[in-house]
């Protein structure tokens, strides 16, 4: 009826290609893997320039929380020239509504730990 040789042929070369992103993945070592984010906002930007919160978050916080516990200032004035009240709960997280998809998705990835929730409150999340 048909040729048994040419079917089986073609099954491996179907599960051949199947697999080849499944292979890519092992030889490269999940290269091409990022996790993704969703910032949690309609806003278009974050309180400075993307490239700057991905490398400086850490610093602009430490910033804002000694503005605020150090010399009771409340206001930051970013270079946009838009101002924002100095508050991680209420500005950041006022934005980035799921902390799972965002900050934790992107720390677990580095595998960083910040404390800060310790003592900050996380809002509850809002669905997007
Ligand atoms: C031991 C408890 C504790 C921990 C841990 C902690 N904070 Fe705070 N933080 C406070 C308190 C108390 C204030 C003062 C609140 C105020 O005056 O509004 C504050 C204020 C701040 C402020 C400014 C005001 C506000 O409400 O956000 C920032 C920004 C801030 N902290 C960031 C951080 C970050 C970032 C971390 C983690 C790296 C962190 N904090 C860890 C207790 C803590
Ligand atoms: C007005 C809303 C808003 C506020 C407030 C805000 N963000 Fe953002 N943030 C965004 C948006 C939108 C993006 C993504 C911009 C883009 O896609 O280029 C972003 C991007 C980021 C990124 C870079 C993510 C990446 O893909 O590399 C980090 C980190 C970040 N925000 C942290 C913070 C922290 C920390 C605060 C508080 C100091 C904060 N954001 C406050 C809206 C906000
Ligand atoms: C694009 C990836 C990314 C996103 C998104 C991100 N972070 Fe980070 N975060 C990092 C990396 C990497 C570090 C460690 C290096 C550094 O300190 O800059 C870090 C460090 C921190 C630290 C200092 C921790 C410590 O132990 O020193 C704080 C606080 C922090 N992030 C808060 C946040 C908050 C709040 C959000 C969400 C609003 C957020 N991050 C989103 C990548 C990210």
Redesign the pocket.
Known sequence: MFDKGKVIAGIVIFFVILLIPFWYNAVTGKAGYAPE?KPGTDAKECVEKTSFM??????L?TKWKEAVVRNGEREYRASNGKTYVMS?TGT??GC?TN?EQ??D???N??N?????WDCHNVPKVVKK
């Open positions: 984010l991905k490398e400086k978050h850490t610093e916080l991680l950041c997280m980035h902390k965002f900050c998705r992107c720390h990835y580095t960083v730990k910040p404390y800060c």
